[in-house]
Protein backbone atom coordinates (compact mmCIF):
# COMPACT_ATOMS: atom_id res chain seq x y z
CA UNK A 1 0.00 0.00 0.00
CA UNK A 2 1.36 3.73 -0.91
CA UNK A 3 2.21 6.01 1.90
CA UNK A 4 2.27 9.23 1.80
CA UNK A 5 3.87 12.03 4.69
CA UNK A 6 2.10 15.29 4.28
CA UNK A 7 2.87 18.26 5.98
CA UNK A 8 -0.63 20.59 6.46
CA UNK A 9 -0.38 24.08 7.14
CA UNK A 10 -3.79 25.19 7.58
CA UNK A 11 -2.72 29.09 8.01
CA UNK A 12 -5.26 32.08 8.24
CA UNK A 13 -8.88 33.29 7.89
CA UNK A 14 -10.67 30.69 6.25
CA UNK A 15 -7.52 28.67 5.09
CA UNK A 16 -8.01 25.85 8.66
CA UNK A 17 -11.87 26.17 7.30
CA UNK A 18 -11.34 24.61 4.05
CA UNK A 19 -8.58 22.69 4.84
CA UNK A 20 -9.87 21.00 7.87
CA UNK A 21 -13.19 20.06 6.17
CA UNK A 22 -11.52 18.74 2.87
CA UNK A 23 -9.02 16.72 4.67
CA UNK A 24 -11.61 13.71 5.86
CA UNK A 25 -13.01 13.78 2.14
CA UNK A 26 -9.51 13.34 0.74
CA UNK A 27 -8.00 10.75 3.32
CA UNK A 28 -11.11 8.64 2.39
CA UNK A 29 -10.32 9.01 -1.64
CA UNK A 30 -7.14 8.57 -0.71
CA UNK A 31 -8.02 5.12 0.92
CA UNK A 32 -10.31 3.91 -1.63
CA UNK A 33 -7.53 3.67 -4.00
CA UNK A 34 -5.10 1.85 -1.22
CA UNK A 35 -3.13 4.77 -0.85
CA UNK A 36 -2.61 6.43 2.90
CA UNK A 37 -1.71 9.86 3.55
CA UNK A 38 -0.73 10.48 6.82
CA UNK A 39 -0.78 14.12 7.45
CA UNK A 40 1.37 16.18 10.07
CA UNK A 41 -0.04 19.59 10.88
CA UNK A 42 1.44 23.07 11.35
CA UNK A 43 -0.47 25.84 13.12
CA UNK A 44 2.04 28.53 11.80
CA UNK A 45 0.42 31.68 10.07
CA UNK A 46 -0.15 35.07 11.72
CA UNK A 47 -1.87 33.65 15.37
CA UNK A 48 1.99 32.19 15.44
CA UNK A 49 3.25 35.53 14.07
CA UNK A 50 1.13 37.38 16.72
CA UNK A 51 2.86 34.89 19.85
CA UNK A 52 6.28 34.66 18.38
CA UNK A 53 7.17 37.20 16.11
CA UNK A 54 7.23 35.02 13.24
CA UNK A 55 5.10 33.16 10.86
CA UNK A 56 6.89 30.24 11.45
CA UNK A 57 10.08 28.68 13.35
CA UNK A 58 13.95 29.07 12.08
CA UNK A 59 14.01 25.40 11.54
CA UNK A 60 10.59 25.36 9.53
CA UNK A 61 11.89 24.57 6.81
CA UNK A 62 13.98 21.53 8.12
CA UNK A 63 10.88 20.31 9.34
CA UNK A 64 8.87 21.05 6.12
CA UNK A 65 11.58 19.01 3.77
CA UNK A 66 10.78 15.84 5.64
CA UNK A 67 7.77 15.30 3.79
CA UNK A 68 6.59 13.95 0.12
CA UNK A 69 4.45 17.15 -0.02
CA UNK A 70 2.94 20.26 1.47
CA UNK A 71 -0.30 21.46 1.55
CA UNK A 72 -1.39 25.12 2.49
CA UNK A 73 -4.68 26.82 3.40
CA UNK A 74 -3.69 30.61 3.11
CA UNK A 75 -2.23 33.48 5.03
CA UNK A 76 -3.26 37.23 5.15
CA UNK A 77 -4.47 38.88 8.68
CA UNK A 78 -6.38 42.36 8.64
CA UNK A 79 -4.02 43.44 11.81
CA UNK A 80 -0.88 42.36 10.19
CA UNK A 81 0.02 44.02 7.28
CA UNK A 82 0.25 41.58 3.98
CA UNK A 83 4.00 41.50 3.12
CA UNK A 84 4.46 40.06 6.78
CA UNK A 85 2.65 37.37 6.30
CA UNK A 86 3.94 36.88 2.31
CA UNK A 87 7.50 36.95 3.15
CA UNK A 88 7.43 35.59 6.35
CA UNK A 89 6.01 31.91 5.30
CA UNK A 90 4.47 31.68 1.37
CA UNK A 91 7.73 32.83 0.00
CA UNK A 92 10.09 31.58 2.01
CA UNK A 93 8.60 27.87 1.42
CA UNK A 94 8.15 28.48 -2.31
CA UNK A 95 12.21 29.88 -2.64
CA UNK A 96 13.90 27.73 -0.05
CA UNK A 97 12.12 24.25 -2.05
CA UNK A 98 13.02 25.79 -5.36
CA UNK A 99 9.14 25.36 -6.09
CA UNK A 100 10.20 27.53 -9.44
CA UNK A 101 6.61 26.64 -11.62
CA UNK A 102 3.66 28.13 -10.31
CA UNK A 103 1.00 25.99 -11.89
CA UNK A 104 -2.62 27.10 -11.71
CA UNK A 105 -5.19 25.47 -14.32
CA UNK A 106 -7.76 27.74 -15.23
CA UNK A 107 -11.37 25.67 -16.28
CA UNK A 108 -14.73 26.83 -17.04
CA UNK A 109 -16.61 23.69 -15.63
CA UNK A 110 -19.83 22.38 -16.61
CA UNK A 111 -22.66 24.39 -14.33
CA UNK A 112 -20.34 27.21 -14.10
CA UNK A 113 -21.61 30.60 -15.27
CA UNK A 114 -18.43 32.51 -16.62
CA UNK A 115 -19.18 36.66 -16.43
CA UNK A 116 -17.89 36.48 -20.04
CA UNK A 117 -21.07 36.66 -22.73
CA UNK A 118 -21.37 33.60 -24.59
CA UNK A 119 -18.85 31.48 -23.13
CA UNK A 120 -19.94 27.95 -22.41
CA UNK A 121 -18.40 24.91 -19.97
CA UNK A 122 -15.26 23.43 -21.64
CA UNK A 123 -14.60 26.92 -24.11
CA UNK A 124 -12.18 28.10 -21.30
CA UNK A 125 -9.46 25.64 -20.59
CA UNK A 126 -5.98 27.02 -20.02
CA UNK A 127 -3.21 27.26 -17.62
CA UNK A 128 -0.82 29.49 -16.26
CA UNK A 129 3.16 28.49 -15.55
CA UNK A 130 3.77 31.87 -13.46
CA UNK A 131 8.06 31.81 -12.54
CA UNK A 132 7.65 31.30 -8.91
CA UNK A 133 11.35 31.62 -7.29
CA UNK A 134 12.54 35.13 -8.25
CA UNK A 135 11.52 37.96 -11.06
CA UNK A 136 9.63 40.34 -9.24
CA UNK A 137 9.05 38.78 -5.89
CA UNK A 138 12.64 38.87 -5.02
CA UNK A 139 12.85 40.77 -2.31
CA UNK A 140 16.16 42.94 -3.51
CA UNK A 141 15.67 46.72 -2.82
CA UNK A 142 15.47 48.99 0.07
CA UNK A 143 14.21 51.99 1.63
CA UNK A 144 16.45 55.19 2.31
CA UNK A 145 15.48 59.04 3.94
CA UNK A 146 12.42 57.64 5.78
CA UNK A 147 9.64 60.43 5.72
CA UNK A 148 11.78 62.63 4.49
CA UNK A 149 10.95 64.56 1.23
CA UNK A 150 13.14 63.06 -0.74
CA UNK A 151 12.26 59.42 0.56
CA UNK A 152 13.28 56.79 -1.74
CA UNK A 153 11.93 53.10 -2.54
CA UNK A 154 13.84 50.66 -4.89
CA UNK A 155 12.61 47.56 -5.57
CA UNK A 156 14.78 45.28 -8.16
CA UNK A 157 13.20 42.19 -10.14
CA UNK A 158 15.84 39.17 -10.80
CA UNK A 159 15.61 37.69 -14.03
CA UNK A 160 18.46 35.24 -14.30
CA UNK A 161 19.15 32.43 -17.12
CA UNK A 162 18.61 29.45 -14.88
CA UNK A 163 15.55 31.07 -13.73
CA UNK A 164 13.85 32.11 -16.92
CA UNK A 165 14.96 29.29 -19.20
CA UNK A 166 13.49 26.35 -16.45
CA UNK A 167 9.91 27.45 -16.29
CA UNK A 168 10.10 28.85 -19.65
CA UNK A 169 11.07 25.29 -20.70
CA UNK A 170 8.58 23.79 -18.19
CA UNK A 171 5.76 25.50 -19.75
CA UNK A 172 6.36 24.28 -23.60
CA UNK A 173 6.49 20.66 -22.49
CA UNK A 174 3.36 21.53 -20.92
CA UNK A 175 2.25 22.60 -23.97
CA UNK A 176 3.51 19.32 -26.12
CA UNK A 177 1.24 17.88 -23.85
CA UNK A 178 -1.86 19.58 -24.29
CA UNK A 179 -3.08 21.92 -27.67
CA UNK A 180 0.93 22.68 -28.58
CA UNK A 181 -0.33 26.60 -28.14
CA UNK A 182 2.01 28.92 -26.06
CA UNK A 183 1.55 32.46 -25.14
CA UNK A 184 4.84 34.20 -23.29
CA UNK A 185 3.78 37.39 -21.33
CA UNK A 186 5.90 40.22 -20.60
CA UNK A 187 6.16 44.03 -20.52
CA UNK A 188 9.04 44.20 -22.99
CA UNK A 189 8.85 47.31 -24.18
CA UNK A 190 8.62 49.05 -20.83
CA UNK A 191 11.50 47.03 -19.47
CA UNK A 192 14.41 47.14 -22.08
CA UNK A 193 16.60 45.02 -19.48
CA UNK A 194 14.08 41.99 -17.81
CA UNK A 195 11.75 41.43 -20.19
CA UNK A 196 13.72 42.18 -23.70
CA UNK A 197 15.74 39.32 -22.04
CA UNK A 198 12.94 37.08 -21.29
CA UNK A 199 11.84 37.38 -24.91
CA UNK A 200 15.33 36.02 -25.76
CA UNK A 201 15.38 33.53 -23.72
CA UNK A 202 11.82 31.89 -25.11
CA UNK A 203 12.72 32.31 -28.98
CA UNK A 204 16.00 30.43 -27.68
CA UNK A 205 14.44 27.71 -25.78
CA UNK A 206 11.22 27.65 -28.38
CA UNK A 207 13.72 26.03 -31.06
CA UNK A 208 13.43 22.88 -28.51
CA UNK A 209 10.01 22.58 -29.65
CA UNK A 210 9.06 23.45 -33.19
CA UNK A 211 5.60 21.70 -33.13
CA UNK A 212 4.28 24.88 -30.57
CA UNK A 213 3.29 27.47 -31.88
CA UNK A 214 4.29 30.66 -29.80
CA UNK A 215 2.52 34.14 -28.91
CA UNK A 216 4.16 36.82 -27.29
CA UNK A 217 1.94 39.25 -25.79
CA UNK A 218 2.32 42.25 -23.46
CA UNK A 219 0.93 41.90 -20.40
CA UNK A 220 -1.71 45.09 -20.56
CA UNK A 221 -2.91 43.27 -23.62
CA UNK A 222 -3.02 39.82 -21.97
CA UNK A 223 -5.19 41.26 -19.08
CA UNK A 224 -7.43 42.69 -22.07
CA UNK A 225 -7.37 39.51 -24.20
CA UNK A 226 -8.20 37.24 -21.56
CA UNK A 227 -11.61 38.78 -21.06
CA UNK A 228 -11.39 39.03 -25.01
CA UNK A 229 -10.73 35.91 -25.89
CA UNK A 230 -9.92 33.45 -23.36
CA UNK A 231 -10.62 30.35 -25.45
CA UNK A 232 -7.54 31.13 -27.49
CA UNK A 233 -4.88 30.89 -24.61
CA UNK A 234 -3.65 27.19 -24.04
CA UNK A 235 -0.59 27.65 -21.99
CA UNK A 236 0.26 30.60 -20.70
CA UNK A 237 3.75 31.17 -19.18
CA UNK A 238 5.11 34.19 -17.12
CA UNK A 239 6.79 35.97 -14.29
CA UNK A 240 6.20 35.82 -10.82
CA UNK A 241 3.99 39.02 -10.67
CA UNK A 242 2.21 38.87 -14.16
CA UNK A 243 1.28 35.53 -12.99
CA UNK A 244 -0.11 36.04 -9.83
CA UNK A 245 -2.30 39.12 -11.68
CA UNK A 246 -3.30 37.02 -14.80
CA UNK A 247 -4.28 34.39 -12.29
CA UNK A 248 -6.80 36.01 -10.63
CA UNK A 249 -9.02 37.02 -13.68
CA UNK A 250 -8.28 33.71 -14.69
CA UNK A 251 -9.88 33.02 -11.71
CA UNK A 252 -12.37 35.32 -12.36
CA UNK A 253 -13.78 34.42 -16.00
CA UNK A 254 -14.26 30.89 -14.87
CA UNK A 255 -16.57 31.33 -11.93
CA UNK A 256 -15.03 31.82 -8.99
CA UNK A 257 -11.56 32.54 -6.80
CA UNK A 258 -13.25 29.46 -5.02
CA UNK A 259 -12.66 27.26 -7.62
CA UNK A 260 -8.56 28.34 -8.29
CA UNK A 261 -6.66 25.59 -7.30
CA UNK A 262 -2.55 25.70 -7.53
CA UNK A 263 0.50 23.75 -6.89
CA UNK A 264 4.03 25.63 -6.01
CA UNK A 265 6.39 22.49 -7.83
CA UNK A 266 9.64 21.50 -7.60
CA UNK A 267 9.87 19.49 -10.74
CA UNK A 268 12.91 17.20 -9.50
CA UNK A 269 12.42 15.45 -6.61
CA UNK A 270 14.70 16.92 -3.99
CA UNK A 271 12.32 18.72 -2.29
CA UNK A 272 8.79 18.84 -1.72
CA UNK A 273 6.28 20.69 -3.65
CA UNK A 274 3.27 23.20 -2.10
CA UNK A 275 -0.54 22.85 -3.48
CA UNK A 276 -2.60 25.41 -1.76
CA UNK A 277 -5.95 27.19 -3.20
CA UNK A 278 -4.93 30.65 -5.10
CA UNK A 279 -7.41 32.40 -2.86
CA UNK A 280 -6.46 34.25 0.40
CA UNK A 281 -7.50 33.75 3.57
CA UNK A 282 -11.13 35.96 2.97
CA UNK A 283 -11.63 37.92 6.36
CA UNK A 284 -14.68 39.24 5.07
CA UNK A 285 -16.23 36.02 5.45
CA UNK A 286 -14.04 34.36 8.37
CA UNK A 287 -15.98 32.25 10.73
CA UNK A 288 -19.16 31.75 8.55
CA UNK A 289 -18.88 28.75 7.34
CA UNK A 290 -19.54 29.44 3.69
CA UNK A 291 -16.06 29.38 1.81
CA UNK A 292 -15.62 27.34 -0.78
CA UNK A 293 -13.81 24.18 -0.08
CA UNK A 294 -13.62 23.53 -3.91
CA UNK A 295 -9.91 25.28 -4.82
CA UNK A 296 -8.70 23.07 -1.58
CA UNK A 297 -9.89 19.23 -3.24
CA UNK A 298 -8.85 20.77 -6.54
CA UNK A 299 -5.28 21.42 -4.96
CA UNK A 300 -5.21 17.97 -3.72
CA UNK A 301 -5.89 16.72 -6.49
CA UNK A 302 -2.87 18.36 -8.23
CA UNK A 303 -0.92 17.11 -5.23
CA UNK A 304 -2.05 13.49 -6.08
CA UNK A 305 -1.05 14.04 -9.84
CA UNK A 306 2.48 15.20 -8.93
CA UNK A 307 2.88 12.83 -6.86
CA UNK A 308 1.37 10.33 -9.35
CA UNK A 309 -1.09 9.16 -7.60
CA UNK A 310 -3.29 9.51 -10.81
CA UNK A 311 -6.37 7.60 -9.67
CA UNK A 312 -6.95 9.50 -6.19
CA UNK A 313 -6.19 12.90 -8.33
CA UNK A 314 -8.98 11.39 -10.89
CA UNK A 315 -11.40 10.93 -8.27
CA UNK A 316 -11.27 14.00 -6.33
CA UNK A 317 -11.20 16.01 -9.67
CA UNK A 318 -14.05 14.14 -10.85
CA UNK A 319 -16.11 14.69 -7.83
CA UNK A 320 -15.90 18.35 -7.75
CA UNK A 321 -16.91 18.07 -11.69
CA UNK A 322 -19.68 16.25 -10.89
CA UNK A 323 -20.87 18.24 -8.43
CA UNK A 324 -20.60 21.24 -10.01
CA UNK A 325 -22.30 19.71 -13.17
CA UNK A 326 -25.84 18.98 -11.05
CA UNK A 327 -27.64 22.10 -10.61
CA UNK A 328 -29.89 20.35 -7.54
CA UNK A 329 -26.00 20.14 -5.65
CA UNK A 330 -25.18 22.57 -3.02
CA UNK A 331 -23.12 25.92 -3.70
CA UNK A 332 -21.59 28.18 -1.56
CA UNK A 333 -22.47 31.97 -1.70
CA UNK A 334 -19.43 32.80 -4.16
CA UNK A 335 -21.02 30.28 -6.62
CA UNK A 336 -24.83 32.19 -6.03
CA UNK A 337 -25.59 29.46 -3.21
CA UNK A 338 -26.55 29.65 0.23
CA UNK A 339 -24.88 26.30 1.20
CA UNK A 340 -22.00 26.42 3.56
CA UNK A 341 -18.54 24.55 3.34
CA UNK A 342 -19.42 21.30 5.43
CA UNK A 343 -22.58 20.49 3.47
CA UNK A 344 -20.57 21.39 -0.05
CA UNK A 345 -17.75 18.48 1.54
CA UNK A 346 -20.68 16.06 2.27
CA UNK A 347 -22.31 16.34 -0.64
CA UNK A 348 -18.35 16.02 -2.88
CA UNK A 349 -18.80 13.13 -0.45
CA UNK A 350 -21.44 11.09 -1.72
CA UNK A 351 -19.64 11.30 -4.91
CA UNK A 352 -16.73 9.30 -4.73
N1 LIG B 1 -3.69 30.38 -0.65
C1 LIG B 1 -2.50 31.06 -0.43
C2 LIG B 1 -2.68 32.51 -0.10
O1 LIG B 1 -3.12 32.83 0.97
N2 LIG B 1 -2.35 33.39 -1.03
C3 LIG B 1 -2.46 34.79 -0.81
C4 LIG B 1 -1.52 35.60 -1.61
O2 LIG B 1 -1.48 36.79 -1.44
N3 LIG B 1 -0.76 35.00 -2.51
C5 LIG B 1 0.17 35.71 -3.31
C6 LIG B 1 0.90 34.79 -4.21
O3 LIG B 1 0.37 33.75 -4.59
O4 LIG B 1 2.03 35.10 -4.57
Known amino acids: MASHNIAVVPGDGIGPEVVDAALPLVEGAAADSGVTVETTRFDWGTEYYLDHGEMMPDDALDRLAEFDAIFLGAVGHPDVPDHVTLHGLLLPIRKGFDQYVCKR ?66 AFEAATRRE ?16 VFWD ?35 VVVASNLFGDVLTDIGAQITGSMGLAPSGNVHPGGEY ?12 DIVGEGV ?54 VADLQSRL
Open 291 to 344: ANPLATVLSWSLLFEDLEEQRVAADLWQAVVDQLGDDSAPRTPDLGGDAGTEQV
Open 180 to 195: GHLTSITKSNAQAHSM
Open 200 to 234: EVVADVSEEFPSVDVERLLVDAAAMDLIRRPHEFD
Open 105 to 170: PNVLFEGIESPLRGYEPGDIDFVVYRENTEGEYADVGGREHRGLAHETAVQSAVFTRRGTERIVRA
Open 272 to 283: PSMFEPVHGSAP
